[in-house]
């Protein structure tokens, strides 16, 4: 079992930044990959970026040059800088992880971003 707790979410003007975390704990060891998705108010939920088992990195195309993940050396804790900050990138921010040898997800509770115009 794996736990993922979101933070860093918030109600900021267009043009803003925030930055997002995400702290896994449980059987981190057992964790493959980590990445983030959104839900679009009305909308399915969509990748915005994720590290793969390899470690290298996939975005969305509506994020590339804006968003940035990373994670820390333990690779407990994965981040997303968001810069530029448009409406459209308000959601529900989830946090997902892949553990073990049959990919089996993990979903934090997620964490709203409203972006103003």
């Known amino acids: 079992q794996v736990q993922l707790v979101e933070s860093g979410g918030g109600l900021v003007q267009a043009g803003g930044s925030l930055r997002l975390s995400c702290a896994a704990s449980?059987?981190?060891?057992?964790?493959?990959?980590m990445g983030w998705y959104r839900q679009p108010p009305g909308k399915q939920r969509e990748l915005v970026a994720t590290?793969?088992?390899?470690?290298?990195?996939i975005y969305a195309d509506s994020v590339k040059g804006r968003f940035t993940i990373s994670r820390d050396i333990t690779k407990i804790t994965t981040f997303l800088q968001m810069n530029s900050l448009q409406p459209d990138d308000t959601g529900v921010y989830y946090c997902?992880?892949?553990?073990?040898?049959?990919?089996?997800?993990?979903w934090g509770q997620g964490t709203q971003v409203t972006v103003s115009s």
């Open positions: 997902k992880a892949l553990t073990g040898l049959t990919a089996t997800p993990y």
């Open positions: 449980g059987s981190i060891f057992s964790i493959n990959a």
């Open positions: 590290f793969t088992s390899g470690g290298s990195t």
